[in-house]
Nanobody, 124 residues
Framework: VQLQASGGGLVQPGGSLRLSCAAS????????MGWFRQVPGMERGFVAG????????DYTDSVKGRFTISRDNAKNTVTLQMNSLKHEDTAVYYC??????????????????WGKGTQVTVSS
């Protein structure tokens, strides 16, 4: 699976951005998908995840109620809608694919494929 993330940019606090991740291959629907973010000097951290069917999602506490993850298995895409953005959301965001598990994994090591990151900067 090859992943390509897009949609990052510069936004003011309180604004919104929509990140998209396009996946190649016919097996996209077999994978759980996740979004992670990383700032310099820190480990890559879990932001949101969605299971293979789209029927289950998970979020890190700091983004609950502001971010929404969704997927379209017919189009091989996963999307992260980010609203009410804060300075602390500034990071490079990565999409990732992992083999189906009983629960959506939140550890980066549980994911097998990664896209190149897209920069999100929240600044006034």
């Amino acid at each position: 699976v090859q992943l390509q993330a897009s949609g990052g940019g510069l936004v003011q606090p309180g604004g919104s951005l929509r990140l998209s991740c396009a996946a190649s291959g016919r097996t996209f629907r077999l994978y759980d998908m996740g979004w992670f973010r990383q700032v310099p000097g820190m480990e890559r951290g879990f932001v949101a995840g969605i299971n293979w069917s789209g029927g289950s999602t998970d979020y890190t506490d700091s983004v609950k109620g502001r971010f929404t993850i969704s997927r379209d298995n017919a189009k091989n895409t996963v999307t992260l809608q980010m609203n009410s953005l804060k300075h602390e959301d500034t990071a490079v965001y990565y999409c990732a694919a992992g083999q189906r598990r009983f629960q959506i994994p939140t550890m980066a090591g549980s994911y097998d494929y990664w896209g190149k990151g897209t920069q999100v900067t929240v600044s006034s």
